[in-house]
């Protein structure tokens, strides 16, 4: 069973920076894509990053652009999320998922109904 751990949320100020790590666990194939997700309350699912496993290739949502960077460590089965300059917009949970549906960036009505999610760890950003 593949299994989803994230850690390195927190509170941070304005214009200050985090790192999100996902250890994932039981994958028994490279499978397709991991990426990162987030919910602020009352919000829809958003899609921060993704990372094609297989290739590298890495895609971010539109408000992340330019201050995230998602990167792969195979040989530990982490992912991490490098988040910089952040903003109180960016305060939400954020998910670590895997091959969900479409494994794109964009979140839709069914991406969460496949693939494996993790419980989330809160980011706070205040000014």
């Known amino acids: 069973q593949v299994r989803l751990v994230e850690s390195g949320g927190g509170s941070v100020q304005v214009g200050g920076s985090l790192r999100l790590s996902c250890v994932s666990s039981?994958?028994?194939?490279?499978?397709?894509?991991m990426g990162w997700f987030r919910q602020a309350p009352g919000k829809e699912l958003e899609g921060v990053a993704v990372?094609?496993?297989?290739?590298?290739?890495?895609y971010y949502g539109d408000s992340v652009k330019g201050r995230a960077t998602i990167s792969q460590d195979n040989r530990n089965n982490t992912v991490y999320l490098q988040m910089n300059n952040l903003e109180p917009e960016d305060t939400a949970m954020y998910y670590c998922?895997?091959?969900?549906?479409?494994?794109?960036?964009?979140?839709?009505?069914?991406?969460?109904?496949?693939?494996?999610w993790g419980q989330g760890t809160q980011v706070t950003v205040s000014s």
């Open positions: 990372i094609y496993t297989g290739v590298g290739s890495t």
């Open positions: 998922a895997s091959d969900w549906p479409g494994c794109a960036v964009v979140a839709g009505r069914d991406t969460r109904l496949g693939g494996h």
């Open positions: 039981g994958r028994t194939y490279n499978g397709w894509c």
